[in-house]
């Protein structure tokens, strides 16, 4: 049976693991892996990507980048959150604000330091991507509009940092990039609806606080029929396998949001969106697959071999 001190202890962990989103943090790195095998660098074996030591530390190093980054936006964000989210924001609120900046320091020197071992110019890119998060944080965030495109542009780069370690600067790669920006800006902007009471009190000039509901719908949906623009790269002139199918769906999908969009005016109804949102952006880690299966079976025969 638990102590006292061990339910606490368990608490804050539990906490923590609010603070930074673990639950988002593992699809960060399993979409890191899915890209350098199917698309970054499809002509070296799956084992031998699986098993570089540099990639790992990359991976590694761009997961606790991006914890880190929850560390110190849930610090700035600590009374908005207590508005729009209080059941969470209690939960989050277990662990103290003291310890959150002790461990967040900590971790950003740590990602410093796994990064000497690969080069300078890791190490550069990683202290930037911190100081980026840490800027959108503390400053971008409440401008208007550049806080949405910063928000989604952070989400992009952490792939960028496998990019250059292998060099592949395929165009197909940038048209995957571009539809995954598009709709993580679109989350960005349901989240904001979701959030109006919160971001009006806490002076946050977001699109549905200066402009309105209205305003807001149009923007997002203007940005849902400009995700046809890679779609149809992706689809028509790159390679990417059975992966069409999941854009096609995700198309259907995407209407249906769009649909369901001018339908709701509440903060539950835009919840339900962001979480479409979500599967449909975590449907797409998995799909990654999806552009050529035998490779799976290949790194499992690779695997089996003596």
């Known amino acids: 049976m638990l102590t006292r001190k061990s339910k606490l202890f368990l608490k804050k962990v539990l906490s ?8 988002n943090i593992w699809v960060v790195a399993l979409a890191q892996y899915l890209s350098a095998i199917f698309i970054l660098a499809p002509e070296k074996r799956a084992l031998d990507i699986i098993l570089d030591w540099r990639l790992f530390l990359i991976v590694l190093a761009s997961t606790l980048a991006i914890a880190s980054g929850y560390i110190i936006n849930n610090f700035y964000d600590a009374k908005k959150d207590l508005i729009n989210r209080p059941k969470k924001a209690m939960i989050d609120r277990l662990v103290s604000q003291e310890t959150k900046l002790k461990v967040y320091f ?23 991507y911190i100081f980026l998060i840490w800027f959108y944080s503390h400053k971008l965030k409440k401008i208007f509009l550049l806080g949405n495109l910063t928000a989604a542009i952070l989400a992009v780069l952490p ?3 496998v990019l250059m370690y292998y060099k592949n600067f395929y165009q197909v790669i940038f048209a995957h990039a571009t539809f995954l920006f ?3 800006l679109i989350r960005e902007l349901i989240k904001d609806l979701e959030n109006v009471e919160g971001d009006l009190i806490t002076d946050y000039k977001t699109i549905p606080v200066v402009f309105g509901l209205q305003t807001a719908k149009i923007v997002v949906t203007l940005l849902v029929i400009g995700t046809l623009i890679p779609v149809y790269y992706l689809t028509n002139v790159f390679f990417v396998g059975y992966m069409d199918t999941y854009f096609y769906i995700s198309l259907l999908l995407l209407l249906f949001f769009v649909l369901q969009l001018w339908k709701i005016q509440s903060k539950s109804g835009f919840l339900k969106l962001h979480f479409l949102l979500k599967f449909i952006i975590v449907a797409g880690v998995f799909s990654i697959v ?7 079976l290949h790194g499992k025969k690779l695997i089996l071999t003596p």
């Open 182 to 184: 598009l709709l993580i």
């Open 16 to 23: 923590f693991f609010s603070v930074i989103r673990g639950y």
């Open 159 to 161: 792939f960028f940092g």
């Open 290 to 296: 999806l552009i050529e299966p035998e490779v799976l």
């Open 106 to 128: 900590g971790i950003n020197f740590i990602v410093a330091f796994l990064m000497f071992f690969i080069s300078w110019r890791a190490v550069l890119f990683f202290s930037t």
